[in-house]
Structures are given as C-alpha cells and as structure tokens.
T-cell receptor, first 116, second 111 residues
C-alpha cells in the first residue's frame, strides 16, 4: 500500500495521559498536514510541514500539542495531558507541492482518539 | 479564513445525475476550490479541484461560477458507492495550500 498510513487507528486514553500518533506520508510528498475532525464536522487544519520545517500552526494547536517531522519523512503528533475535549479523529494528509498550483491532498484513514 | 456553505443532506436515485452546490462568497483570488468525499471511518478522498475554469475528471465535473462565489460538483451518474459526505473546501493560495473545510453534504443514493 503506497498511500498515507496512520498509526494507531484507535487510541483510548485516560484524561491527563500523553499520547503520540504517527503518520507515514506518500514517500515523494514534501508537504504534510495534520487535521482534526469531530463528529458531524469537517476536518480542521492543525499544522503544516514542508519537508522537515513546520511552517504553520493553527491557533487550535494549544501548547499541549506538538508535531514533528524529522528528516522530512514521517511525522508525529503528541498531545500532552489529554483532556476530554481532545477526543476526535486526527487526520494526516500529504501532497506534492511546487511553486505553482494547489495540488490535491491524500489523506490517511485517521487515528480516532477517545479520552475517558 | 473564508468559509464554505453546503446543504446538510441531499438524496439522489441511482444512475441519475447529482448536482451538489457550494457557496464560498468570501473566497479570495488565490483560493482553489476543492471537493473531497468521506465514507464513515475513512479519511477524505480527493474528488476534483479547480481555480476559475470548469474541470472534468473521471470521477466528476466541477462547475465554477464566473464570480467564483459558488460552485457545483456534478456526478454524472450516481451509484450506490457514491453515497458519502461531500466536502467543498478552499485550498488556500500561497505557501501552505492548507484546506478549509465546510460541514459537508451527506449524499444518499437510492437504488
């Protein structure tokens, strides 16, 4: 499978615990995005990487959230001291971006986080 | 950020055309119009996108109003597999090309 891969698919954690999600993008894609989706809503942008550089973060991304993309390959999203409001589907997407155009994004199947 | 507005739900019969509308009246000049669809427990799947001109691909057609404040996704012959939530989203111009999604239209296809 050469698509975007996310692990784990499901995560249940107790409030206050830390969790980390992993995203493996399509190998040649230089752009990587994290989105969050709650029930009945469209995905909301969280952060964006171009290669290894994190170039934009949404104000939705509180200090408890951190994302990395070492070496411009896979990415991790960590949530510290989880709260019940963090329960959502976390989606990763990648695309091949150049100077022009607005390429389509390829999404993974997401990680569903439940904070109890 | 500019937002999109879509009907909450629509219904179609199998093998008939479907026109899914979207309003994006605050779109900026560098924003692209993207459509994605999502099945339960899956990530969104790309359908089509465009900037100013109408676009066709193997999945659908995209009709963009001349003033770009609205667009319509056209499925030429709906199948049962087309039942999904369809999101009209704006691809921001500039460096990030991040997507701004609306709340989507749930399309039901009746046999």
């Amino acid at each position: 499978d050469t698509g975007v891969s996310q692990n784990p698919r499901h995560k249940i954690t107790k409030r206050g615990q830390n969790v980390t999600f992993r995203c493996d993008p399509i190998s040649e894609h230089n752009r990587l995005y994290w989105y969050r989706q709650t029930l009945g809503q469209g995905p909301e942008f969280l952060t964006y990487f171009q290669n290894e550089a994190q170039l934009e973060k949404s104000r939705l991304l509180s200090d408890r959230f951190s994302a990395e993309r070492p070496k411009g390959s896979f990415s991790t999203l960590e949530i510290q001291r989880t709260e019940q409001g963090d329960s959502a589907m976390y989606l990763c997407a990648s695309s091949l971006g150049g100077l022009w155009g607005n390429p389509e994004a390829f999404f993974g199947q997401g990680t569903r986080l439940t904070v109890v | 950020d500019a937002k999109t507005t879509q009907p909450n739900s629509m219904e179609s019969n199998e093998e008939e055309p479907v026109h899914l509308p979207c309003n994006h009246s605050t779109i900026s000049g560098t924003d692209y119009i993207h459509w994605y669809r999502q099945l339960p427990s899956q990530g969104p799947e790309y359908v089509i996108h465009g900037l100013t001109s109408n676009v066709n691909n193997r999945m659908a057609s995209l009709a963009i109003a001349e003033d770009r404040k609205s667009s319509t996704l056209i499925l030429h012959r709906a199948t049962l597999r087309d039942a999904a939530v369809y999101y009209c989203s704006l691809g921001k111009g500039g460096a990030t090309n991040k997507l701004i999604f609306g709340t989507g239209t749930l399309l039901a296809v009746q046999p």
